[in-house]
């Protein structure tokens, strides 16, 4: 802190009399006022006074003594202790600090022994020694016997013993008597609580706080608010007042307490905060700052939420809001239509203003506006509103329905074609299913709503089919795959189109089914044996499916294109060569060439037939039983663990506890829970664990 004017120029000038008696004075009225104090004791050090400093701050110390002030003289010493003694007087400045220190914790049942475990009576003349000393002293004099503390995930108990010999408290917590916490520790393990700490009065006035919880919610809440020197959020809230707040109680009682006028709230969503302001006044400046703060849609929010505290506070943050509506209503009329609404039902909007509803459907593009809504309900309401105004309505509902996100939205923009533009809206199915990556949200939207659409099923249902099928592995579909994924199970969209198909066109849908390697392994299985047994005369020709991952399947092309392009051509030149020698019967090279010729051929036709009926093993596998491409831990005869993986036949690695799914524990794994136990060669397994390979 500065020195006072007054008193810097009394020291430019030499006055020391008018300085003293300045001093005298406001020690007189106010000798807890150490930064005034200290700042002029060093100015004056500084103009060779050092004396005349000593003496002043002697004064000062005197009228602390004397007024009992002992932790301001404590900090007195610790700021300018060394000024008030001379180097030859450090073993007395170290009496006066244990001294004092004994006045302000001496009636504390183990100080005697907190001190001597911080070693505060040895090394008498080392001063910056003893201020350390002292600090940890303080750290643990507030953890003495009878202090109540709160331990993070623990609750509230109480020290009742201090072990100096072992450096360590004993604490007997709710549930948990005689936990032992060290010196060192127990400053990041223990809170103390004082007297009004709202878990202390829990323990202490369990009935007064009951009594809170039940007649006057909002002071409950100021003494949970108040206990603490950060905001909490409804969660830390509930939990300190559980116990005196019913479960069941606590929605009524919490819409109850944070409905008082001095009840701050911060954030949004999991990160709101809440904190009580010191008065009415405080809390509606806190509201103001945090709105002015805040972007324009939260603010909409943020006056929907705190605006009924105050009619003052409402029509500023409506005229606020309005401004803003003026001022970017060409730049973005989805908000000031949001804000026209918010203020219809707050504080009031303006009708005639060139951003009302009606103004900026007439007036800007409409497709912009609908784009710039954020609200899904205002935005159906614009929907309605231009429907209602506008003659052209079906042909923006037609282009809205590619861009719309929203399912909901979607049904009402396609009731609306439906019923009265059906032309419309079949060219919006039809360009749905020709192009899903131009409307990746309404082709999902149009694939659920299939599933309990019979017309839409029967419309195209192959062409529906292996568009749901290839829109998984669509980059502009990635968002929309846990909504995609579903619809291959039990009940949804593809197990009900496969009874639309002709049986022209079940291999077709037979083969995209194979094909689509972005759902699950189970999930083809499914599709295809449904596509069987509607079509008997698929399983005739159809071969097991061979499972592999996506790496080997492009290896075993490669090798497979090698085979074909370089080793048997090169292996027919070869033949003819050797057929140019003559004597067949005796030509060892012929036979030779012959001989690999027909293992190639053999070996081509079969990585043909192999790669034909190829599935690939996708990532993410369902892992809530055992399946191809799932990691399974296995318990060995009770006793040891072992880890494998189950892959395919061409990644099968023993040594290395990769297994073939073909393989006899394999075999046995597939289908297994977690839990259920299995025997292969004289072995007992128990599945202990599954998670996906990848």
Sequence with gaps: ???PRNVQGWLTKGDFDALEDEWLGLVAEDPTDLDTYVSVARALVGTDEATRARVLLEMLDEELTGRGLW??????????GHLMRDDDEKEELHAEILGTVSRIYGDRPSFENLVDAVGLRRATHDIPKTWEKVGRLETLVVFDVGAIVEMKNRGVGKVVEVNSELKSFKVDLEGFQGLTVGFLAAAKMLTPLDENHILRRKVEHPEEIRKLAKNDPPELLRRVLTSYDHPLKAGEIRTVVSGVVPDKGWASWWTAARKHPQVVAKGSGGKQTYEWAESDEHALEAVWKTFRKAEPRRQIELMRRDGGRDTKLQKRMGEHLASVAEQGRGDDPGLAFEIWFALERAAGAPEDSPW???????????????????????RERAYTMYRERYDDWPGVF?????????????????????????DRYARVVDDLMAQPQRGPAAFTWLAER??????????????LLTQI????????????????????DSGGTLPRLLSHLGEDQAPQAEQAIRRA????????DQLVTALQLRFQGLAKDVEEPLYATAESIEAKRAEFQKLVTKELPANRKAIEEARALGDLRENFEYKSARARHEYLSTRAAQMEGELARVQPIGTGIDSSQVRVGTTVELSVDGGDHRTVTLLGPWESDPDNDVLSYQSDLGQALLEKKTGEELEVGGTRYMVAGISSWS
């Design 398 to 422: 037609q282009t809205r329905m590619a861009r719309e996100e929203d399912p909901r939205a979607l049904d009402l923009l396609a009731e609306a074609l439906q019923k009265e533009a059906p």
């Design 450 to 463: 299939a599933a309990v659409d019979e017309e839409l099923r029967d419309r195209n249902p192959l062409r």
């Design 517 to 524: 390697a972005a759902f699950e392994p189970y999930q083809r």
């Design 71 to 80: 932790p301001v003289r404590l900090k007195l010493l610790r700021r300018v």
């Design 469 to 488: 099928l290839q829109s998984m592995s669509l980059d502009e579909l990635k968002p929309f795959r846990t909504r995609l994924s579903p619809l291959a």
């Design 1 to 3: 802190m500065a020195v």
């Design 356 to 378: 009302s509803p009606d103004a900026l459907l007439g007036s800007v593009a409409t497709q912009d506006l609908f784009a710039g809504i954020q609200d899904r309900l205002l």
